[in-house]
Each structure stands twice: as structure tokens, then as C-alpha cells.
């Protein structure tokens, strides 16, 4: 209760001031959080407008005069949207999947076994996850070149899982490094095999910081643009992303299209974070935080 | 034992992420010809010589620079302030959080294309509100000009760089414990000495963090930049589109690489920062 007379360290408050102050966090956070969306606002009225109103009225930001919500539709189909939305799940679900797992593998590693190589292995994932992607733009390319893996979603997927081992390894281990270690001992000495205890114990007692790790890498990977760009370069495998990206520039007067693409394409991410954000910030605090 | 665990993250790893890093540091000594053709062809510090004399790159770097300071000088203060001020205990406090963290969701290109809108001369809301308010010579063509072009860029990053730092600061928050805070209240401290003297001190990992993030972020600024001016506009370059169209559309491997460089020496030193701050943590604990 922070808006206990206590903590804003006053004298005690009456009940008559308390509520006031509540009612000036609710005004607060709503003039905040609005003026604050108001580009999400403006997409969606654009996106139920027809182009006529568009083009006459001149005014986008303001709501439509009628509400055309088939230009939904119209972007799903007639525009391509639902192909490339198909093409960002084939891409996004595998490769936060895999970065999950394989990370958990190093981050059990490097949790839970003292050796030499611990630390130097556990900075090169810290210091590989800050890097300026521009360091891998040209090998990956020549290397996903040479070995036919380019235009190829077997290609991006393997880039994706690779390129985010870094954090995703160094979130889980920190988490990891809480769980006491009596309960990776115990089944030790009952004869347990390590992996057995990877699997059983340590991989189910993370459940909720990989979670909140999902969240981050669903959202990165979907709105990934610059992999796609250079690792994708045939229309029919590109994400949604990189479909708008290029949207703008072909479908240049056809505001409603693009607006409305854009809203489809962020409904995958949205949801995915309202799922799980009940797990998103406690997930953080043990990760991030630590950091 | 731990090899069996590390076996395949690990070589992954190495095979696209450390490997290149190694590879574009060499990249960068050598010459155009000699990475595409096959035979190296080293040139010294070449590259980095006719970078220093590139009036092109010299613009990225002075505009990435600009970037810099917009993320810490902008995000960090916000995204507290409104950490702070959603941190309550009321019900439905969740919900102003959840909204504000929406714009982190969305790709840089749904909001490069909505931020056009927003800045388009003629009906974008920005310049008819700067208008209505009477003050029409405020009112600019904000991505076509040259001088104002950066900027406009920047504060559409900082516009969803906020909702980030304000996830970080919650998550430090919640590492305050309220007793000390209640402590203080019964030695009688100010809000003013309460924030100085107990918030601040325990949020400085966190500000560390989000400094940290927030930097490399704007180095990393790529996609706004492609969206919103499709490279084309070259006045609001920076490092990472220069380095893209160096080296995919002029194929100079070699000097894309040595723009890289550069990137990854600037970022070096905040990087170290960050892990050596990831490793005290850990003696703490």
C-alpha cells in the first residue's frame, strides 16, 4: 500500500484525502497512458477509414466518420498480409522454442557446475548478446551464402536461435543460480543422473522465468526486420515486418491497407504479452535485474 | 560434464556470433576486391583512413552521437517517473502499465509507418496541432529537411524506448523494500531526502542497466531509420544504415566491416560496464 499515509511520508491522512489522491492516480495514469498511445489510436482510425475520407478530410487523426472494418479483410487477403503473418509464425515459433531450450542447456552448465572455463564462457554469452549486430551482418551473410542456408527458414531459424543464446543463457542462469542448490544434491546422492535432474527439477522450477523470457523473444523475433531483410530476399518466404516495410513504399496511397496490416501484425506480440505478463516482470526482476 | 550441456549451445554460438566477430575484424583490414574474389588482399588500417576522411560517415557518426545522448537524457528520467508513479497498490494499476508498455510490442515498421502519419506536413496531427495553437512557424517539414529529420527519427525511438526503461525501473522497484522506506518515514524524512537518499542508492543497478541498454539500443538504431526514410534520405544516416548500404548495396565488404568496427569499439567500453557490473552482483549475493 503506497498510498498509505506512511509511505508518502506525511502526517496521517484522513480517509477524505486518501481517496483524493487516489482519484489523481487514476486521472494521472489515464491523461499518461492516452497521450502516450495516441500513434496507436491514430492507426486504428486510419485503418477503418476508406481512402476517399482519407484523401478529403486530410485530417488522420481523427476518428473515421464510418467505420469501414472490412479493410481488415481486404489487407488479410487482397493484400498479401495473411501470407506473410503465416511466414513470421513458420520463423518466430521454432526459433523462440529453440533458443529457450538450448539456452536452458548452457545456462544449466554454467549455473550449476563450478569449472575453469565458467566464467570466460559466461561473458562471452553477456558480451555477444550487447554486440552491434552490424559485426555479424556481412560473415552471416556470406556464410548462410556459402552454405546454401540463405533464403532458407532452416537458415533464419538457426541465425535467430544462435544470435539470442546469448541473453537467453544469461537470463536463465540467473535464474537458475536462485533454485538451492540442496535440490540438485539430494537426487544426486540418490544416484540421479545429471540430465535427469536438468529435466525433472531445474527445467520445470524455471517455467515461470522462461516464460517471461518468451514473451521478449516472440516479440524481438517477430519484429525482426534487418534478418529477414538480409537472410530472406525472396518475396513469397518474407515476414510481416519486411512485407510492410516494403508495403510503404508500393502501396504509397493506400493508407488503410497499411494501417490496417500493421494492426494485424501486432496482434501476435500483444497477445502473446498479455498472456503471459502476469510472469513478465517478477520473470524480469530475477533475470534483467540481477544483470 | 558441464561439455555435454554446453556442447550445442555453445557451438552454435561460435559458429554464427563469435566466429563472425573475428571474421569482421579481419574483413576490415582488407580490401573490397579481395573478400569477394577469394584471395585476401590485406591493406592496413586503409579502411579506417578514408572513413575519417568520409564526409558520409563522419554525418552517421555525428548522428548516432545524437542519438545517444536523446536515449539516456530522455528515456531514463520518463521511463522512472512513470515507473514510479504507476508503482501502487491500487487496483487497476496493472492495467495503465500493461497499456504503456504497448508501443514496446509493435515493429519498427508498423511504427515508422504510423509516426509518418504523425509527421506528415500537411494533415499529420503533429503540425495541424502546431497550428492550432498558433504557432504555424513551429510547424516543419519534419522528414523532409535535412536539419529536423534526425531528430523527428529519434524521438520515435525514444517513444518506445520509454515503455522499456519503465519495465526495468519496475523491476527494480520491486528489489526496494518497503520496510526501509517506512524506516525512513519514522526518522522523519522528507520525500525529497526519501528519493535522494534511499530510492536513488537501491535503483542505481537498475540505472545502470537501463543506461546501459539504452545506449547500445541507440547504436543499434537501424530499422527506424530504414522504414522512415527508406535510406534514401541521407542526412539522417547513421552508423548502422551507412554500414548497410556500404556494404549491400556497393558490396564493399571491407569498409561495411570497418564501420562495424568502429561500432563494436564504441560499444566495448559499455558492454564492459555492463558485465562488470552483471559479475559484482554475483560476489554480493
Known sequence: MKYSDKAMGMKPMSIKQRKLLQLLFYFFGTLIVLLWLIPIFIAIFTSAKSMDEIMVSKMMWAPPHQWIFSNYAKAWKNVGIAHYVMNSFIVTIPSVIGSLLIASLGAFALAFYSFKANKPILITFIAGMLIPFQMLMIPVYRFSDATGLINTYTGIILFHIAFQLGFCTFFLRNFMKQIPFSLIEAPRIDGAGDFFIYRKIVLPLSISSMAALAVLEFTWIWNDLLWSLILLQQDKLKTVTLGLANMQGEFITNYNMVAAGSIIASIPPLIVFLLFQRYFISGLTVGAEKA | ?285
Open chain 2, 1 to 285: 560434464m558441464p561439455w555435454f550441456f554446453l556442447a550445442l549451445p555453445l557451438t552454435m554460438y561460435l559458429v554464427w556470433v563469435v566466429f563472425p566477430v573475428l571474421q569482421s575484424l579481419l574483413f576490415s583490414l582488407t580490401s573490397r576486391d579481395s573478400i569477394m574474389y577469394g584471395e585476401k588482399k590485406f591493406i592496413g588500417f586503409s579502411n579506417f583512413i578514408r572513413l575519417f576522411q568520409d564526409p558520409q560517415f563522419l554525418l552517421a557518426l555525428k548522428n548516432n552521437l545524437i542519438w545517444l545522448i536523446f536515449f539516456v537524457a530522455l528515456p531514463i528520467p520518463l521511463g522512472l517517473g512513470i515507473a514510479m508513479f504507476f508503482d501502487q497498490d491500487l487496483p487497476g494499476s496493472r492495467i495503465y502499465k500493461t497499456l504503456f508498455y504497448v508501443p514496446m510490442t509493435l515493429s519498427f515498421a508498423v511504427i515508422g509507418t504510423i509516426w509518418a502519419w504523425i509527421y506528415h506536413p500537411d494533415f499529420g496531427v503533429l503540425n495541424t496541432f502546431l497550428r492550432a495553437i498558433g504557432w504555424s512557424s513551429a510547424a516543419k517539414q519534419w522528414l523532409g529537411d535535412r536539419r529536423y529529420m534526425t531528430i523527428a527519427l529519434v524521438i520515435v525511438g525514444v517513444w518506445r524506448q520509454v515503455p522499456y526503461v519503465m519495465i526495468l525501473y519496475l523491476a527494480g522497484l520491486k528489489n526496494v523494500p518497503e520496510e526501509l522506506i517506512e524506516a525512513s518515514m519514522i526518522d522523519g524524512a522528507s520525500w525529497g531526502q526519501k528519493f535522494r537518499r534511499i530510492i536513488i542508492p537501491l535503483l542505481g543497478p537498475a540505472t545502470t542497466i537501463a543506461v546501459t541498454i539504452s545506449i547500445i539500443d541507440s547504436l543499434r538504431a537501424f530499422d527506424i531509420v530504414y522504414v522512415m526514410t527508406n535510406t534514401k534520405a541521407r542526412a539522417a544516416e547513421v552508423l548502422s544504415s551507412y554500414m548497410y548500404s556500404s556494404a549491400f548495396f556497393y558490396q564493399d565488404y571491407g569498409y561495411g566491416s570497418a564501420i562495424a568496427v568502429i561500432q563494436f569499439v564504441i560499444t566495448l567500453g559499455f558492454i564492459m560496464v555492463y558485465v562488470n557490473n552483471s559479475l559484482k552482483n554475483e560476489v554480493q549475493r
